[in-house]
């Protein structure tokens, strides 16, 4: 069975820092991996999706890349803004079927 | 552009009470799903829709109905209430499949006393 972990699970940053957040996943014969974005009280919001061929995506200051023999993925936030306060989440799919399987998510507080 | 859209926002339940949670996009979407979020259990499917008039069970179906009424709206019943059902639940959508992009709605927190 997927098991999705991400560490930390917490993280606190100045404003302007660059910063990695990461997740692992235990099978590594994924179809594709999605990273969201969550604010307290609202949904989840789709920031990137990598497919299985792909080693990186990147859209604005956001950039994932994805490792799948090592089943790591990272989203790495450049110049970090206050307004990116808010947990992160990556899912990964593994049969290009409904099943999605998250991770618990890294609640992120950027200081200005 | 209302993308998918949710109700109730909140609810509070008795045990054994019933109610239907609604939801509806207007993106043309083909596949519609339910989640629950709990922490410490991450998200987790409950139901999924692949097309109009099909359903089908996700990882944690028990005490949960569904209902395509049509391409656009999708519905979640609990038929009997338990506390163990007190959750935040989301309803997603995606253009055909889960591997695709999804797009959430903001979310029904339900609490059963």
């Known amino acids: 069975k997927q098991e999705v972990t991400q560490i930390p699970a917490a993280l606190s940053v100045p404003e302007g820092e660059n910063l990695v957040l990461n997740c692992s996943f235990t099978?590594?014969?994924?179809?594709?991996l999605q990273w969201f974005r969550q604010d307290p009280g609202k949904g989840l919001t789709s920031l990137l999706l990598?497919?299985?061929?792909?080693r990186e995506q990147t859209s604005g200051r956001l950039n994932a890349s994805l490792d799948k023999s090592s089943g790591r993925s990272t989203l790495y936030i450049a110049a970090s803004q206050p307004g990116d306060s808010a947990t992160y989440l990556c899912?990964?799919?593994?049969?290009?079927?409904?099943?999605?399987?998250f991770g618990g998510g890294t609640r992120l507080m950027v200081k200005p | 552009n209302a993308g998918v859209t949710q109700t109730p926002k909140f609810q509070v339940l008795k045990t054994g009470q019933s109610m239907t949670l609604q939801c509806a996009q207007d993106?043309?979407?083909?596949?519609m799903y339910w989640y629950r979020q709990d922490p410490g259990m991450g998200l987790r499917l409950i139901y999924y829709?692949?097309?109009?008039?099909?359903?089908d069970k996700g990882e944690v179906p028990n005490g949960y109905n569904v209902s395509r009424l049509n391409k656009r709206e999708f519905s979640l019943r609990l038929e009997s209430a338990a506390p163990s059902q007190t959750s935040v639940y989301f309803c997603?959508?995606?253009?055909?499949?889960?591997?695709?992009?999804?797009?959430f709605g903001s979310g029904t927190q339900l609490s059963v006393l």
């Open positions: 997603a959508s995606s253009e055909d499949r889960a591997y695709e992009k999804l797009f």
């Open positions: 099978d590594s014969a994924i179809y594709n």
């Open positions: 990598i497919q299985s061929s792909q």
């Open positions: 899912a990964v799919n593994n049969n290009a079927g409904n099943m999605l399987t």
């Open positions: 993106m043309n979407h083909n596949s």
């Open positions: 829709s692949a097309s109009e008039g099909t359903t």
